[in-house]
């Protein structure tokens, strides 16, 4: 936090990031900045927020001395440039996007209570075709059940089951199946559809009660046709909430209307949220989303580069499905740095450019280890018992035991934060997700890890140190 002090007038800065973009041209800005960075000026230093550490690393070596001469041209002095992990900056992205389908029904319904229409009968006027639909999702074992059930609830939506409830690791097609139920709905054209995040839900509910309009913020949600909320598993641990979102969900139960819940994790596996609440989702049907198989991830590649206006040849596919073994996000992530290789170095995908893109990534696999292996592992190379891991002590070599045990829990297995705390001596959600996200910063500043044996002190740098248990867990 404390890289974001004293910003400059936001019209300096938006003149350094119009600059950059005019030096290095639209095409490299779309690639390596535009969704993926977040450029901050203060009064003694430049950060520049990152999604990741391979687009920091890239910039970095690409990019710095460009930022560089804008600054002192547009400044008149020269400032330090840092870099900050933000994965956070692809999740905001998303957040824009479920803006937008809310703003989108506010026009709409402003649009027909003037002419006395039902409000939310579809998209309005001129709305872009939505990305997410049942019928460009790719269908393969580990996702069948789940389209399934999408299809039907899309037929006949509160006919057949309530709610319908879909949860998967993230990144393995949750967000698109529930927008593309809405997507299908919407062309029915007389339902009132209304599709946002359990965050969003939590913020305009806190809003209600501040300026004291809950009965406006009721009426919008109780009569809906269709209530779709992605990140369920936000309402851990807000028990007001969590009680108005049971009263909106009885509504629906009582008048046999559909509600539609992503979640990363199995309702029952998910902390701090009341039985109530779960007994009610698991009434319905729960569906789960698996990681794809080499043909499913081949077939998902193959969709997306027809999408993308970007044809590649079968080999290449096949390559890009075989390397990268995990979430549909990775599979993405992948072909969009093989697309960037080919724009930058002004040449045609082929094996070898591939082979050249991807030799920094190693093989990405969705299920290298149970929790209990790397819980062993860690343990043992700290000197340190399992059941110290799980205990609530706190003295310095446990506690980074079971911080790097919750990091390692999160990249090597599909378990949810949820699941990790659990698992770990039923810990808050809350506490591995604190692990995971001071261990990036820790990865991305190179910071060095200092501790203590039975023997001797020991260091070793935060990256060095996950690669160096990754591979003695894989072992």
């Known amino acids: 936090m404390g890289l974001f002090v004293a910003p400059l007038q936001n019209t300096e800065t938006e003149l350094v990031i119009a600059d950059l973009q005019a030096l290095i041209g639209p095409k490299r800005w779309a690639v390596w900045f535009e969704g993926a960075t977040d450029i901050h000026i203060s009064d003694s230093a430049v950060t520049v927020g990152v999604a990741n550490l391979f687009i920091s690393d890239y910039i970095r070596s690409h990019f710095a001395d460009a930022l560089a001469r804008v600054v002192r041209g547009r400044l008149g002095r020269d400032l330090p440039i840092g870099f900050r992990v933000q994965p956070d900056l692809f999740q905001r992205r998303r957040a ?8 989108a029904e506010d026009q709409l319904a402003s649009g027909a209570a003037a002419s006395g229409a039902s409000p939310a009968n579809g998209p309005p006027a001129g ?12 269908v393969g074992p580990c996702n069948q059940m789940a389209y399934a059930a999408a299809k039907a609830a899309a037929a006949a939506p ?17 967000t698109h199946l529930l927008h593309g139920v809405l997507h299908a709905l919407r ?14 839900f939590t913020n305009r509910y806190l809003a209600g009660m501040r300026t ?15 209530l779709a909320i992605d ?3 936000f309402l851990a641990g807000k028990p007001s909430t969590q009680e108005e979102f049971l009263h909106t969900f009885n509504e629906f139960d009582g008048r046999g209307r559909l509600v539609i819940l992503a979640s990363d994790a199995h309702p029952r596996e998910m902390a701090a949220i009341e039985d109530r609440l779960v007994s009610r989702w698991v009434a319905g049907l729960v569906v789960r989303l698996s990681h794809p198989d080499a043909e499913t991830r081949r077939r998902i590649l193959a969709a997306k580069t027809v999408s993308i206006g970007r044809p590649m040849p079968d080999d290449v596919l096949a390559f890009i499905a075989g390397h990268v073994q995990g979430s549909v996000r990775e599979l993405e992530g992948a072909l969009t740095r093989i697309v960037a290789y080919a724009a930058l170095l002004k040449h045609p995908v082929t094996m070898d450019l591939a082979r050249q893109a991807m030799a920094e990534l190693g093989p990405s696999r969705p299920t290298r280890a149970g929790l209990k292996e790397i819980e062993a592992t860690v343990a043992e190379f700290f000197g340190v018992g399992v059941s110290d891991v799980q205990s609530a002590r706190k003295n310095r070599i446990v506690s980074l035991a079971r911080q790097v045990t919750m990091v390692l829990g999160r990249e090597m297995t599909d378990l949810s934060y949820s699941e990790i705390a659990r698992l770990l001596g039923n810990k808050n959600h809350t506490t591995v997700l604190a692990a995971c996200r001071k261990w990036q910063k ?3 500043q190179s910071a060095e890890i200092v501790w203590s044996d039975r023997t001797d002190s020991r260091s070793m740098s ?3 140190l996950l690669a160096h248990l990754k591979e003695r867990i894989r072992r």
């Open 231 to 233: 990140d369920i598993h």
């Open 127 to 138: 709305e872009r075709r939505p990305l997410f639909t049942l019928d460009n999702f790719v």
């Open 96 to 103: 824009a996007n479920l803006d937008d389908e809310v703003a």
């Open 187 to 200: 062309q029915r054209g007389n339902l009132r559809i209304a599709l946002l995040s359990a965050e969003q």
């Open 462 to 464: 935060a990256g060095t």
């Open 212 to 226: 004291h309009s809950l009965d406006a913020f009721r009426h919008r949600y109780r009569n809906l046709d269709v």
């Open 158 to 174: 509160g006919a057949d089951f309530h709610p319908l409830f879909i949860h998967g690791a993230c990144g393995l097609g949750k």
């Open 442 to 444: 820790l990865v991305a």
